[in-house]
């Protein structure tokens, strides 16, 4: 099993920046890929960005792209997504997923992001 710790989610201003993190622990051998997502209210989960671990390649939803930036430390292992220039539509809970190639789909307990105007 993995464990998903997130923090970093709170009030921030338009035009702002936040870094969030999600830590991992237990049995981590097999993730091969680590991502973040959010839910607005009324809304589905849409991913925001995803990173594969083994090389570093990501991938960005266009809304956010030039804006976040995902990385990852696999020593550790944690995956943080610093978002700048933030607006009030990305106000959501943000979640931490990690995928391995067993078949893993983990996710953590979400950390709110609000975005004032």
């Known amino acids: 099993q993995v464990q998903l710790v997130e923090s970093g989610g709170g009030l921030v201003q338009a035009g702002g920046s936040l870094r969030l993190s999600c830590a991992a622990s237990?049995?981590?051998?097999?993730?091969?890929?680590m991502g973040w997502y959010r839910q607005a209210p009324g809304k589905q989960r849409e991913l925001v960005a995803a990173?594969?671990?083994?090389?570093?390649?990501?991938t960005y939803a266009d809304s956010v792209k030039g804006r976040f930036t995902i990385s990852r430390d696999n020593v550790k292992p944690t995956v943080y997504l610093q978002m700048n220039s933030l607006k009030p539509v990305n106000t959501a809970v943000y979640y931490c997923?990690?995928?391995?190639?067993?078949?893993?789909?983990?996710w953590g307990q979400g950390t709110l992001v609000t975005v004032s105007s």
């Open positions: 997923n990690v995928r391995g190639v067993d078949g893993l789909d983990a």
């Open positions: 237990g049995s981590l051998f097999t993730i091969n890929r």
């Open positions: 990173i594969i671990t083994s090389n570093g390649i990501t």
